[in-house]
């Protein structure tokens, strides 16, 4: 890492600190914004627990009396949905080559969800959910104002010809009936489930257009390392309108979105669970809160309403999805679909902003696929990765080494002009001379920062690909296990203040075969590469020791395929600097550069400026030493 590199680092933070500081609410905005989010999830929450108490309050009073007059009280309570107020909870398995759900007759509801693929990183079944993990819930209103909560209601399953699908019934006599209906198709994570009735007319409110739905689920720990896995845990969501949004992943925070919704997935690392609507939910409230509970990352709850049609002419349909953020899966789903119907779950893989998710999605991403094509090893493919990209990058790289190398050659030109114009009060003019040197020779510091700047789109890039891809999840290399998670080979159970919160309780190999290689190169490469004879920006000596034990506290705990990668890199950049010293004649650079000055050369817009600047503080220099003599 050169200092252009780090420069452009520096900036960046600097930029990135400024605009959080500028644009940072203040303490009543943030004291107003806490008041209204907690308002709202007070609403919310009172409404749900008047629900659960009607129930458990009937539970409590239908409990003590005897059978006969139970069923009297139920049906006077219940009218019609009073049968299915009682009954025992069975289980009903629905499944395919690589999902297997089990549906509960109470509340009709997915109980559990496994994925056949996976395993949890200790080698157990990868169950996204199960039991009172989580819940759907959809709340009907009698024509006595009475609210149900199917939930509580006891379905039963229908028969049919077909294996793929399964009713979940819930009777309300005389021939009135709300189905839950689950059809999975083969190699399917997607999961249709549509809402029927039949006969409702008379038993629901005239006025009933839609359905309140609660659905909430916790999230349960799926990779090592609790801390890197949660950043990457989210509740997401994709309006109508085609925009796609999410919760905080650092903080506990709640939403009332005025907009209608698409779709709302519960991710995790590399897995989610995600209610897709056929038409939308309207009115929805999204909560997602962390747990420390072990075995859990978060808890998400949303509550919406959707559509629904009283008299049972049309259904409300929805798709389940329970499968990983795959890149290619997901992109698949809108194969063919029309541009403003498509779904964008693509979207969950966090492939990075702006500029740096392009350079992913149209050239890291199909180069990482069609590598996994013809090689079963991520390890290779990632060392093949890094060499393409660094032969694609070379016309760049080699165009930053020739800046550095035309300045490094007129290093002995500059110090004497240094010598000539010695001291802070001579600063102008030996940077003007110095400027004048560098343009009647062709050399230009600026020269060697454009191609950094160009390169560092496809640095970040790959920074946010290599953590977010499931295909190396578990995919082991040399000494790791997982190239998907940091590579242990020293670890330890005590909890040290500070080390254990932003270290980790372990050291990686691959990170500090980073940190290493990168010592090395800044330490016996750069600092000669870039020691030009101009005077240093103060502290840049400790800078470039510095990075590289900054890298090691913030990459430690990161994915061994990153950490990997960055090793492979920086080798090859160190090859790359040696090739070029020993096939560039430096000898014959300075000869060059010295005939330059023989020419008549046309100076750059830039240098233009530069030299209107100089001349500008010259002048305001001058004036500010004679007010100082005068006085």
């Not at 069923?71 to 080559?97: C, D, H, P, W």
């Not at 070029?580 to 000869?591: H, V, W």
Request: one cysteine or more.
């Amino acid at each position: 890492m050169d200092k252009n590199t780090i420069i452009g680092f520096v900036l960046i933070g600097v930029v990135l600190f400024a605009f959080n500081w500028l644009t940072q609410p203040t303490p009543e905005q943030i004291e107003a914004q806490r008041r209204y989010q907690d308002s709202i999830a007070q609403v919310v929450a009172n409404n749900h627990l008047e629900v659960q108490q009607q129930a458990a309050t009937t539970e409590n009073q239908f409990d003590q009396v005897p059978d006969s007059v139970r069923k009297i009280r139920l049906q006077q309570n219940f009218g019609s949905f009073a049968s299915a107020m009682t009954g025992v909870e069975n289980y009903t398995t629905l499944e395919n080559e690589v999902l297997e759900l089990t549906i509960s007759n109470k509340g009709g509801r997915v109980y559990s969800a496994r994925l056949k693929d996976y395993k949890t990183y200790d080698g157990d079944p990868l169950i996204l959910f199960e039991g009172k993990d989580a819940s759907l819930d959809f709340s009907l209103v009698t024509t006595t104002n009475r609210v149900i909560s199917t939930a509580d209601l006891y379905f039963q399953p229908v028969g049919g010809n077909d294996p793929n699908t399964l009713v979940m019934r819930l009777n309300a006599g005389e021939g009135g009936y709300l189905d839950f209906v689950y059809t999975v198709q083969p190699n399917e994570y997607r999961v249709n489930f549509s809402i029927q009735s039949q006969g409702l007319n008379d038993l629901l409110l005239p006025t009933t257009h839609s359905l309140d739905m609660a659905w909430q689920q916790k999230v349960r720990q799926q990779e090592k390392g609790r801390k890197y896995e949660n950043q990457y845990t989210s509740l997401v969501y994709k309006f109508l309108a085609g925009d796609f949004d999410h919760l905080s992943e650092g903080k506990d925070e709640s939403k009332q979105l005025a907009n209608r919704l698409k779709w709302i997935g519960y991710k995790d690392k590399f897995f989610t669970t995600a209610l897709i609507a056929n038409e939308y939910f309207e009115s929805t409230t999204v909560d997602s809160k962390g747990l420390i509970a072990d075995g859990y990352l978060k808890e998400f709850r949303t509550t919406a309403s959707v559509p629904f049609d009283l008299q049972g002419r049309e259904s409300t349909d929805f798709t389940w999805f329970f499968g990983p953020n795959k890149y290619s899966l997901l992109k698949s789903y809108d194969k063919g679909v029309a541009a403003d119907q498509q779904l964008d779950m693509e979207r969950l893989v966090p492939l990075g902003a702006f500029i740096f998710r392009w350079v992913n999605k149209y050239f890291i991403v199909p180069l990482f696929d069609f590598l996994g094509r013809f090689i079963s090893s991520y390890g290779l493919i990632i060392f093949l990765m890094t060499l393409i990209v660094k032969i694609v990058l070379l016309p760049l790289t080699y165009k930053s080494y020739m800046s550095t190398a035309k300045m490094r050659v007129l290093r002995p030109q500059v110090e004497e002009i240094n010598a000539k114009y010695p001291g802070q009060e001579q600063a102008m003019e030996r940077q003007k001379a110095t400027m004048e040197l560098y343009s009647r020779t062709g050399a230009s510091p600026m020269s060697g920062c454009l191609p950094m700047l160009l390169q560092m789109p496809v640095l970040i890039a790959l920074f946010s690909f290599f953590p977010a891809s499931i295909e190396l999840r578990q995919q082991s290399f040399l000494w790791a296990s997982d190239l998907s998670t940091y590579d242990a080979v020293i670890s330890w159970n005590v909890n040290v203040p500070f080390i254990s919160n932003y270290f980790g309780n372990h050291i990686s190999l691959f990170c500090m075969l980073m940190v290493i290689t990168n010592l090395i190169y800044n330490t016996k490469f750069n600092m000669d590469q870039t020691n030009t004879g101009q005077q240093q920006m103060p502290g840049m000596k400790a800078m470039m020791y510095m990075m590289p034990l900054m890298f090691l506290v913030f990459f430690n705990q990161y994915a061994s395929g990153l950490t990997y990668y960055y090793f492979i890199s920086t080798l090859m950049t160190i090859v790359q600097i040696l090739l070029f010293r020993y096939t560039i004649n430096e000898d014959k650079l300075l000869a060059k550069l010295e005939a330059n000055k023989q020419k008549l050369r046309k100076k750059s817009s830039f240098m233009k400026r530069l030299e209107e600047a100089q001349k500008m503080q010259q002048e305001q220099l001058k004036k500010q030493q004679g007010q100082k003599k005068k006085r």
